[in-house]
């Protein structure tokens, strides 16, 4: 996709939704981190259900250690791979009490020394609750980048980097939302939603619906 391509593109998803966010509800970074931990594999509705209980409950990183992970494993069994979620959420919570006081690092280093956060986890925490331009590449965003032609790439990190070149400076810092957003909801897996898709006319797709 040509760079003349890819601003107009942007353009387009910006004016579709101006202040793009994420779908995942919470109150403070932490729960923010928790819930992009839990949603690994598993929907943002799906994790929304049980957070609602949990972060009323426990809300911080201090209550969800003292949960202890039997009864933490009971709001979250109804999402995919908790016993090993449960296990994370409680290292990691205990992790930051022990080296930040409780409190979500802006750091990349120290987020991702965090039990359950890699790369990607850390990405979302640094471009929502710290606003820095970076994009996290999931599944959804994985594919749009290689199917519509955007920045395609063999695996999750060249298309990250591909996507931090490709995308202009005036729109990186929303990009990861805009293009999640798209993937899930129009540019989906299975069967692609081209006939009511803003940037169909741009996408390189050679088999469009």
């Given at each position: 996709?040509?760079?003349?391509?890819i601003h107009l593109m942007f353009e387009?998803?910006?004016?579709?939704?101006?202040?793009?966010?994420?779908?995942?509800?919470?109150?403070?970074?932490?729960?923010?981190?928790?819930?992009?931990?839990?949603?690994?594999?598993?929907?943002?509705?799906?994790?929304?259900?049980?957070?609602?209980?949990?972060?009323?409950?426990?809300?911080?990183?201090?209550?969800?250690?003292?949960?202890?992970?039997?009864?933490?494993?009971?709001?979250?069994?109804?999402?995919?791979?908790?016993?090993?979620?449960?296990?994370?959420?409680?290292?990691?919570?205990?992790?930051?009490?022990?080296?930040?006081?409780?409190?979500?690092?802006?750091d990349r280093a120290a987020l991702e020394?965090?039990?359950?956060?890699?790369?990607?986890?850390?990405?979302?925490?640094?471009?929502?609750?710290?606003?820095?331009?970076?994009?996290?590449?999931?599944?959804?965003?994985?594919?749009?980048?290689?199917?519509?032609?955007?920045?395609?790439?063999?695996?999750?990190?060249?298309?990250?980097?591909?996507?931090?070149?490709?995308?202009?400076?005036?729109?990186?810092?929303?990009?990861?939302?805009?293009?999640?957003?798209?993937?899930?909801?129009?540019?989906?897996?299975?069967?692609?939603?081209?006939?009511?898709?803003?940037?169909?006319?741009?996408?390189?797709?050679?088999?469009?619906?």
């Open positions: 996709m040509t760079p003349k391509k387009r998803l910006a004016a579709a939704e101006p202040h793009p966010t994420t779908e995942l509800e919470y109150a403070t970074p932490f729960q923010l981190l928790a819930a992009v931990i839990l949603s690994a594999q598993a929907t943002d509705k799906g994790v929304n259900l049980a957070t609602r209980a949990l972060f009323r409950d426990a809300p911080t990183a201090r209550k969800i250690a003292a949960l202890g992970e039997k009864k933490l494993a009971g709001y979250i069994k109804t999402i995919g791979l908790y016993p090993t979620k449960t296990k994370n959420l409680i290292a990691m919570s205990r992790q930051l009490l022990e080296h930040h006081d409780g409190e979500v690092p802006h020394a965090l039990p359950g956060v890699g790369r990607k986890t850390a990405n979302v925490i640094l471009n929502t609750i710290f606003h820095e331009p970076v994009i996290a590449v999931d599944t959804h965003i994985f594919r749009l980048a290689n199917r519509t032609g955007l920045a395609p790439g063999k695996d999750v990190l060249a298309v990250e980097n591909k996507l931090q070149k490709a995308v202009p400076a005036a729109y990186r810092l929303h990009a990861h939302h805009w293009l999640i957003l798209h993937g899930r909801y129009v540019c989906k897996a299975r069967k692609p939603e081209c006939r009511d898709c803003i940037i169909r006319d741009l996408c390189e797709y050679p088999e469009k619906t």
